[in-house]
């Protein structure tokens, strides 16, 4: 089944603990991205990634990082979480011919 | 700078009604434009895009969207709406180009369906 999965689905952690949240696609897609949704602001993009080694910052990037080794993985590192960033965060990926983004299930974060 | 702007937060209808949920864009040049919709705790579906060409784009689920460059909007629009349509609704911008894969939402309408 072609899906993009994220892992984990829930996190809680506390603030300074470094962790990272994966995600992956089985589509061979090209193109993968990180969003954040708060309510009332929608989704806000992170970080993109073109293909492989090539990735770009969205509109929040601050206090996020991201690595393109490998086609399907798209790994969203938050090296040092502080509370601001307790959101829930979509993956998504899409074929860059057809522009259609395929999102993951998400991952509800809390940063105590 | 570039935006994308959903006017109303909420929007409540009668099962059966017709739907109109608002969408504007400011972009330099012609945006890629795309509806989405997410479920209570779904990721978000791609309803319709658009790139070129005919301003009136077909989707999913009985859905249609008309770009109006005159009006900077491209409103999406449903004849019917069914109690399974109440969800929250997400438009959404591209430059295209070189700045094809940086994505602008704006903050989403949630519809709700009167039976």
């Known amino acids: 089944e072609a899906q993009v999965t994220q892992n984990p689905r829930y996190l809680i952690t506390v603030t300074g603990k470094k962790l990272t949240v994966t995600c992956s696609q089985n589509?061979?897609?090209?193109?993968m991205s990180w969003y954040r949704q708060d309510p009332g602001l929608g989704l806000r993009q992170i970080y993109y990634s073109m293909n492989v080694e090539v990735t770009d910052k969205g509109d929040v990037p601050e206090g996020y990082k991201v690595s393109r080794k490998e086609k399907r993985n798209f790994p969203l590192i938050l090296e040092s979480p502080s509370p601001n960033q307790t959101s829930l965060y979509f993956c998504a990926s899409s074929k860059i011919a057809k522009n259609i983004q395929y999102f993951g299930a998400g991952t509800r974060l809390s940063v105590l | 700078a570039q935006s994308v702007t959903q006017p109303d937060i909420h929007i409540t209808v009668s099962e059966g009604a017709s739907l109109e949920l608002r969408c504007n864009y400011s972009y330099g040049a012609t945006p890629y434009l795309f509806w989405y919709v997410q479920s209570p705790g779904q990721g978000l579906q791609l309803l319709l895009k658009y790139f070129s060409g005919d301003t009136l784009v077909q989707g999913i689920k009985g859905f249609e969207a008309e770009f109006k460059r005159s009006q900077s909007s491209f409103n999406l629009r449903k004849p019917s709406v069914h109690w399974s349509d109440a969800a929250e609704y997400f438009c959404?911008?591209?430059?295209?180009?070189?700045?094809?894969?940086?994505?602008?939402f704006g903050q989403g309408t949630i519809l709700t369906v009167h039976p």
């Open positions: 959404a911008g591209s430059a295209g180009g070189t700045s094809y894969g940086k994505l602008t």
């Open positions: 589509m061979n897609h090209e193109y």
